[in-house]
């Protein structure tokens, strides 16, 4: 899982119209900034998530230990 966060391809992640308008724009800077931010706010729930459950996989394993 890990390794397909490094070796991901690239994609666009604009609705339609944000990306009408976006491609009409040159230099296609506004575009990217768009992009990247989508990508970090779809990522932000995933690492949350991983982080709670390995958090509880790391009690229940000490629990399990003591016991």
Do not use: H, W
């Not at 230099?27 to 958090?55: C, D, E, F, H, R």
């Amino acid at each position: 899982m890990i390794l397909l966060f490094f070796f991901s391809l690239p994609v666009d992640a604009q609705c339609a119209m944000c990306r009408a308008v976006l491609e009409s724009e040159e230099g296609q800077s506004t575009a990217k900034g768009l992009n990247n931010g989508i990508l970090y706010l779809m990522v932000i729930p995933y690492i949350l998530i991983g982080g709670i459950g390995y958090v509880l996989y790391k009690n229940k394993k000490r629990k399990k230990e003591e016991s």
